[in-house]
């Protein structure tokens, strides 16, 4: 294959532009109203070897006797690059634009009207606090009720070198002492503290009483003005990575101005984004266990700050029935409140799909605003009779084995919904920016984008959406959605009756073939999903020729707790099996795949299950392709900044004395793919970041030698200042090509 054709298909599927947030503001003329939606959108410059941001913006104009019944889409505005921003954020009703803009080094924060500038402020001069958090988990930047202040977090400031009368640093014995920090993606943030900058006076202040031990962040203001709430991260006895971590001990903290601070939650829990009501009465936040999976079921707590008492408004859900929501997996969106502080919006993944619900708290009821209908549950397949791989795959199983619907998917795919994902970005005013996409549709405004708006509706009501720009293209791939049932002899015994999924794409026409090579890949995590939207890698290897299953294989997140739970201790066997049951199952169901060739991918936890397959079915498949896989879990415990999953994974319980036994590493060894690099015949392609904190690119280093010394085939691609992700934009394009011209090799 032409690297010139794979890299044209590379640039071509990852220079769409995707939305990242939305804002609404209206406003209340004299024989009309209007609302203004303003976006921000990320987009990939492959020249620059960087991502490009830039916002644009809708008015959408409302009927004279109705305003939530939307009569004009005004054209968008041109885009305007907004390059340096950290952090911005609206005011909520003079439509102040605040920004935390990086330059020369310097972070200066930016107060902007609609005559231009009104204010800068250079926070590094100020000398108050160290670099602004511009992170999703610890990072803020809030509007006060009467827009005189704004709330954010920095990193504490280090002390300063005192110099004695005879000229030595009396500091100087500390300088090399170890400093803590947050792990992959949150290196070199360690004590981060709460920040306020009063604008009338262009003081900035650092609160106090936050507790010794707790690392605050997420902090909004309270109604007033006099206080704020934040999320307190424990951090003794030592700090563990957070990213991709709904684990971790914490609490919901209030904090006013003075230094008084209160605990507004429960000791031994996790929680996470905290969101106040239109009319400051009710906080609601994500609440789930401390430790064991690494990410999980949340439940939606409410707290009412008259009483001081909390309740549930939606529970963990162990099983989710069929068509129903499957839980809270994801974080809350910033603005998720209706106006009338009753209902709260969300977006959170639902079997094979990423979904948008409602949950009403006067009846705890939750619905569904998305328009997949009920019958998209998934087509069903049942378990596979028992194969002996590598033989031919069985004939498609009779059509009673299938939903009808699955049947007319697979003649023409007209009946699939539109859109498998719907990722909500804003709710304001009732007001609700919704992105959408699909596995041929990617949520891009140049091409492709579906931006879509609703009001919410009144109660038993229906949601009316309007797209702000329809889609002008899709991609020629066709995709379907199933589900799988585990064999007998494959179902866990202590969560029995579990299933799982997958998603395929492929090409409507392969080129020039009469049969197509199937790309298995598999999600790392292991707790996340793969939802039936716009993928990069799947896009660009459907456009070369391939088809691509995504397998959400038993302890994916939207299959309910159940789910997640029944794979602890079980990593290395059930997830390998359900990936090879969900690959089995493709192959009967759709004849035109080819099972003769066979190519397995992915990346960390998804990396691991690709060397596992490899290893454990080595006739099976052809190659494989695995980023920053786990290779051997007992030699990673001492590097990975998440050393509790090490433990929980294998079925082991933790706690942060913990000291290795034979027995736990012996349990750790078995269950990592390295026991099987004897067995793997398949060529293998290895790509490692150097500066991976998570999974230490040592580990794949371990395969790398053992397959060299058995003259096995195999391939290394090392990034050195990439980390787990392998996120940089040089390295998502060198990553591609090398995995698609290694398929080709191979296949």
């Known amino acids: 294959m032409d690297p010139g054709r794979v890299t044209g298909a590379h640039a071509e599927v990852s220079g769409l532009p995707a939305p990242v947030s939305a804002h609404v503001r209206d406003e209340k003329l004299a024989e009309l109203r209007t609302y203004t939606v303003i976006t921000e959108w990320s987009q990939t410059d492959l020249v620059r070897g960087s991502r490009l941001r830039y916002s644009q913006q809708w008015t959408l104009i409302t009927d004279t006797n109705d305003h939530k019944s939307i009569r004009t889409v005004l054209p968008p505005g041109p885009c305007v690059p907004v390059s340096g921003e950290l952090l911005s954020g609206l005011s909520p009703v003079q439509g102040l634009r605040a920004v935390i803009r990086e330059t020369s080094g310097h972070q200066l924060l930016e107060i902007w009207d609609r005559q231009g500038l009104r204010k800068c402020l250079n926070l590094s001069a100020v000398n108050k606090h160290g670099r602004v958090y511009d992170d999703a988990q610890f990072g803020c930047l809030s509007w006060s009720q009467c827009e005189n202040k704004l709330l954010y977090v920095a990193e504490k400031l280090k002390s300063t070198w005192m110099v004695t009368h005879d000229g030595e640093h009396a500091f100087r014995k500390d300088r090399s002492v170890y400093c803590e ?145 499957a839980g809270v997996y994801e974080a809350l969106p910033a603005c998720c409140w209706s106006a009338d502080s009753q209902r709260v919006v969300f977006s959170s993944a639902r079997r094979n799909w990423k979904d948008l619900f409602m949950v009403d708290r006067r009846s705890n009821k939750v619905t569904s605003l998305c328009d997949i209908p009920p019958p998209y549950c998934d087509s069903h397949f049942p378990p596979p009779p028992p194969a002996h791989f590598p033989d031919p795959p069985l004939p498609p199983p009779p059509p009673s084995h299938l939903h009808q619907e699955h049947q007319r998917n697979q003649e023409g795919l007209s009946d699939l919904p539109a859109y498998g994902s719907w990722r909500l970005l804003t709710v304001q005013e009732d007001l609700m920016v919704v992105c959408c996409s699909s596995p041929n549709t990617p949520p891009t405004l140049m091409c492709l984008c579906l931006q879509r708006v609703g009001f919410l509706p009144p109660a038993g009501g229906a949601v009316s959406w309007q797209t702000l720009q329809p889609p002008v293209l899709t991609f020629d791939f066709q995709w379907t959605v199933l589900d799988v049932t585990p064999p007998p002899e494959e179902d866990n015994t202590h969560y029995p009756g579990l299933d799982f999924g997958a998603v395929l794409v492929k090409p409507s026409r392969p080129p020039n073939e009469n049969k197509t090579p199937l790309v298995v890949s598999v999600h790392g995590g292991p707790h996340s999903q793969f939802p039936a939207e716009w993928n990069c890698t799947t896009a660009g290897l459907a456009k070369l020729g391939f088809a691509v299953l995504m397998v959400n294989y038993r302890g994916s997140t939207g299959f309910g707790q159940d789910g997640i739970l029944s794979l602890i201790g079980r990593i290395g066997s059930q997830d390998v099996k359900d990936v090879q049951a969900a690959v089995a199952a493709a192959l009967q169901r759709d004849v035109s795949l080819d099972p003769d060739r066979l190519a397995v991918i992915g990346g960390s936890h998804g990396g691991f299950l690709s060397c596992h397959l490899v290893g454990q079915y080595p006739e099976f498949y052809r190659a494989c392709a695995a980023r920053n896989p786990v290779i051997n879990a007992a030699t990673l415990l001492g590097t990975s900044d998440i050393v509790d999953w090490r433990y929980t994974s294998v079925g082991f319980p933790y706690s942060y004395d913990q000291i290795p036994t034979a027995e736990a590493l012996a349990a750790m060894l078995e269950r990592s793919p390295i026991t099987h690099a004897a067995q793997i015949k398949a060529p293998v392609l290895l790509m490692l970041g150097g500066r991976d904190r998570r999974v230490s690119p040592h580990q794949g280093l371990e395969l790398y030698k053992a397959l060299k010394s058995r003259a096995s085939p195999v391939r290394l691609l090392w990034f050195p200042d990439d980390g787990h992700s392998l996120s940089r934009v040089d390295t998502q394009a060198d990553c591609f090509l090398n995995t698609v011209l290694w398929l080709h090799q191979h296949l």
Do not use: M
């Not at 709430?229 to 904090?255: D, I, M, Q």
């Open 181 to 325: 920090d947050w792990g992959e993606t949150l290196t070199n943030k360690s004590v981060p503290v709460v920040c306020v900058v009063n604008l009338q006076c262009g003081s900035v202040s650092v609160l106090q009483g936050v507790p010794l031990d707790v690392s605050p962040g997420q902090a909004l203001w309270a109604r007033g003005g006099q206080s704020v709430f934040l999320v307190g991260w424990y951090h003794e006895p030592f700090r563990l990575g957070l990213r991709f971590c709904s684990n971790r001990r914490s609490a919901l903290f209030k904090l006013d101005l003075d230094g008084n601070c209160e605990c507004l939650s429960g000791d031994n829990l996790s929680v996470s984004c905290p969101r106040l009501s239109p009319d400051g009465s009710t906080l609601i936040y994500l609440q789930g266990r401390v430790f064991g999976p690494h990410n999980q079921c949340l439940s939606l707590q409410q707290l009412d700050l008259s009483s001081k008492r909390t309740s549930t408004l939606l529970d963990v859900v162990n099983r989710p029935q069929t068509g129903q929501c």
